[in-house]
DNA sequence: TCTGGGGTCCTAGGACCC
DNA sequence: TCTGGGGTCCTAGGACCC
């Protein structure tokens, strides 16, 4: 048995390089949000000593000078992963899709050279079609595999972009050249706590007993310790794996201190969560808002806190939804606060075929379904927001004084109107 | 001056029940 | 005054991932 996983090479990086091959040889990293961080890096961006998630004003100037700086597009981003992985899933079997730019499969064929021929084959189709650079690691189970990618990327030469890490003796020799942060699910609490009982690589965490490393940390670590030694402990996930949390949530381009601009702002949170959540004819049960101030700011007072509210009838409606998102934020509003950031997060989400319905919303709860679907056809037929619901009125019911509103009982107008 | 967004899983501790 | 044990469920917080 063995895993597979394609990874797609500085994913965002070489999806920008396909819309501009000046961008080719030269370093570039693309920014998240704001501006504010480095979230890709190509490997001229790499060798300046760059790090990733670093925040851009700590990159010195005179290497800033050097680097090309591009805001992301997400939306672009999910479009060519999108494509990158129907070509793999109509070779590969039980392809799980982990993130945007990696996924784990299975092998097709039984006989090591006809796959390793197979897949370089496929790391050569995927560059052609779609133009995106990827690696592929082979290894008996996923934290294996996922060094074995680490490989198959740093030698590109050498494996033709496929490695791989079957043999114990292999295993052994690459093990003891990986840091153990490097391994997946080693962070930098973990690295930290290991460097002081002196263990610094992988092949040192994969001798430790499982026992202590278990009493040391937690089951996680301990089966990303016997992952190393060759067992399999990650659980396979299914192919559509369902959300157990829908979140929306902003760092502001600026610290806000009134209330309203923040109110506004979990408004449009909660309505984006809700909308996810009937595209994934899902319900949600727990409504959650978080509101915090800027943790790297010494000059003003800090404030954060979260609150979560349950619905009574678990559902997708944006009116249910921006209802209770409203409650939760009134609980934890504090005025005389700056902030920074706000979010909204839905959990305890369930099919919406299942919903158990409390004894007085069964009529409520059929026309808020019919009601948030015209609403959500009219939009996706315009493309805009052409039909919006009530709480984006500046002098709405979404006031402090109204918080006491049942779930499922306010009123709803509808503005029909373009959007400017 | 400037520090992302969207997820997962695990653990500890409290409330509550019989 | 003495004041169980075992179980479940929920929540907050922490650590990790890309």
Not at 3 to 28: H, K, T
Not at 136 to 149: D, H, M, W, Y
Not at 171 to 195: C, K, Q, S, Y
Not at 222 to 228: A, I, N
Request: contains cysteine; aromatic residues 8%.
């Amino acid at each position: 048995m063995a895993y597979g996983l394609v990874d797609c090479n500085n994913f965002f990086v070489s999806c920008e390089r396909l819309f501009n091959p000046s961008l080719n040889g030269i370093p570039v990293v693309v920014l998240s949000n704001n501006d504010g961080c480095v979230i890709a890096r190509s490997n001229e961006a790499k060798a300046l000593g760059i790090p990733m998630g670093c925040p851009v004003f700590q990159i010195r100037e005179h290497t800033r000078e050097h680097v090309v700086q591009l805001s992301g597009r997400h939306t672009v981003y999910g479009d060519i992963s999108r494509r990158v992985m129907e070509i793999m899933g109509a070779d590969v079997e039980n392809l799980e899709i982990y993130s945007v730019d990696e996924a784990f499969f299975t092998l097709p064929f039984d006989d090591v050279e006809r796959n390793h021929a197979f897949m370089a084959d496929l790391v050569r189709k995927i560059q052609k079609w779609v133009g995106i650079p990827v690696s592929i690691g082979f290894a008996p189970t996923r934290t294996l595999a996922k060094i074995a990618s680490h490989v198959a990327k740093k030698d590109r030469r050498i494996t033709d972009g496929v490695y791989w890490l079957m043999r114990p003796e292999a295993i052994d020799i690459i093990l003891r050249r990986t840091p153990v942060g490097d391994v997946w699910g080693i962070g930098r609490r973990l690295r930290e706590a290991l460097a002081q009982r002196g263990v610094t690589t992988a092949a040192q965490l994969a001798a430790m007993p499982s026992a202590l490393v278990r009493s040391l940390f937690s089951v996680t670590t301990e089966r990303t310790q016997r992952e190393l030694r060759g067992d399999d402990c990650v659980a396979p996930s299914p192919i559509t794996v369902a959300h157990n949390s829908i979140m929306n949530s902003r760092t502001f381009g600026h610290l806000i201190t009134r209330r309203r601009e923040v109110q506004d702002a979990v408004v449009v949170f909660a309505k984006m969560c809700a909308k996810r959540l009937r595209d994934e004819h899902a319900v949600a049960g727990l409504v959650t808002v978080y509101v915090r101030g800027d943790r790297y700011r010494q000059d003003v007072p800090f404030y954060a806190n979260s609150c979560t509210v349950r619905l009574i009838t678990p559902s997708s409606s944006t009116n249910a939804i921006v209802n209770q998102a409203m409650v939760a934020f009134n609980a934890i509003w504090r005025e005389g606060f700056t902030y920074r950031k706000a979010g909204v997060l839905l959990g305890d989400i369930t099919g919406d075929e299942s919903v158990q319905l409390n004894l007085f919303d069964h009529e409520n709860h059929a026309r808020q379904r019919q009601l948030m679907q015209a609403i959500d056809n009219i939009n996706s037929h315009y493309g805009v927001q052409v039909v919006t619901l009530a709480p984006d009125d500046p002098a709405g019911e979404w006031r402090p004084e109204h918080s006491h509103t049942q779930p499922g009982s306010s009123s709803l107008r509808i503005y029909t109107g373009m959007w400017k």
